[in-house]
């Protein structure tokens, strides 16, 4: 019994130092300059590192400059790099569209088409998409049919970072939607809209401006 006490009071600062270790805060690893030239001579050399290259150079142009062959492009319009597109031949830009950094636009599978008028400006990471899943038909949802449904941006549109806009969906002329809304539905020309899902808070007012035909 004495012995088991002894032991017991010699392992209690190891404990306790232990403990003390794991909560002390982390400090980041900082590699030294000899260690940074292994770490890219081996990922170099890595086959696996060549076969991710492969795959992005391929998804890079599926999505992007192929697509961009398909789509009916009004005349000087200014498209992120990063920008992304499914089924570009129902893809339709008018001129002068400004698409942000990441954005993705994606027309349906079978006959859904995404319009967008001219003078429109898509901020970062804008999604807008004219098909959805069915999700009452059965599992997994990736096996089911899709609802598709145009969708018409009118012109000299305002979409902030990271819209969503929905399948169905027909935003009017002159309209500004505001960061991280969801637009399903109409919204009316030269509305102010934000929200999920986006309603109108407020109205452009533009002495003298005329705005251009629907881009239907």
């Known amino acids: 019994m004495i012995d088991k006490d002894a032991h017991a009071q010699q392992d209690a600062p190891a404990q306790k130092d232990a403990h003390a270790r794991q909560d002390a805060p982390a400090h980041k690893l900082r590699l030294s300059r000899p260690q940074r030239l292994w770490r890219l001579l081996k990922a170099s050399l890595d086959p696996r590192a060549w076969a991710h290259l492969i795959k992005m150079v391929n998804f890079y142009n599926y999505t992007h400059v192929a697509p961009l062959r398909q789509i009916r492009l009004g005349a000087n319009p200014s498209i992120s790099p990063t920008a992304a597109f499914s ?15 990441r954005c993705v636009i994606w027309a349906g599978p079978g006959k859904g088409r995404v319009i967008l008028g001219d ?31 145009d969708v018409v941006i009118g012109n000299d549109v305002w979409l902030g970072t990271r819209v969503t806009v929905l399948p169905g969906a027909r935003i009017g002329d002159g309209a500004i939607i505001g960061a991280h809304s969801v637009v399903r539905g109409d919204i009316p020309a030269m509305a102010i809209a934000v929200g999920s899902p986006a309603r109108v808070v407020s109205q452009r007012q533009i002495q003298g401006a005329s705005i251009k035909d629907d881009p239907q």
């Open 119 to 149: 003078d429109v400006l898509l901020g970062p990471e804008v999604m807008i998409t004219a098909s959805g899943y069915r999700y009452n038909d059965g599992a997994p949802i990736t096996d089911q049919a899709s609802d598709e449904a």
């Open 87 to 101: 089924y570009p031949e129902r893809i339709r830009i008018g001129a002068r569209v400004r698409i942000g950094f």
